[in-house]
């Protein structure tokens, strides 16, 4: 039962990869074209984590299933509120990263760096979907074929069954290699990633830097 849950659910760690990613995403797609509304993003989440799933590389660990506008997860929408509120991101005018997020990925870009064949993975599809229209999207995303699992038959998402799985995320042994990521750094982004506590880190260094030193004197005896 603790198996099935654990793969049915993210753990905290698995949920700020995601956030990561989706922030690199939507950076990624704004470079080729313009992320109009969350099913377009939803639909582009999918396709990068379907190639990433079919080579048994671990980034995104969504779990979506077949709904009425085809993929679908609520994951999407949990992690898109995040960054919204914590001003990474914002909807003014469609899905686009904000000052605040690009700072941040500037800061995070060694991270980057260090997963760039996840990253990979990203800037492929974004540089094939982003450009597209949120209708060509859907039906590029209906005509795309997946593995219905438990029973391992492969179908197009039309024709999946409402509710059916399409893609989840894979466990730590199904996969050749994964978005990696230290506790040292899970510990860094708890903070660049939350807007309140990476303002008190800024302005605690800033005063850090310009509060005169005390002078210590030493008397002698």
Known sequence: MHEIIEAKFRNPEEAIVDRVLLLYLIKKAEEKGRIWGI???MKLAFFAEREMVKDRVKGFNYNFYRWHLGPFTPEIYEDLEYLIENEL???REGIETTNQGEEIL???EDLLKENKDVLEYIEKLMGKYASKGTGELM???YETEVEIKPFKI???VRDVPIGYDLVTKLGE???REAFEINDAWLETLDILLDKRAYESLKEAMESARTKPSKRVVISKL
């Open 39 to 41: 099913t377009k993003l």
């Open 89 to 91: 991101v914002t909807e």
């Open 106 to 108: 500037r800061e995070l």
């Open 139 to 141: 039906e590029s995303a």
């Open 154 to 156: 492969k179908a197009k």
């Open 173 to 175: 042994t199904e996969a």
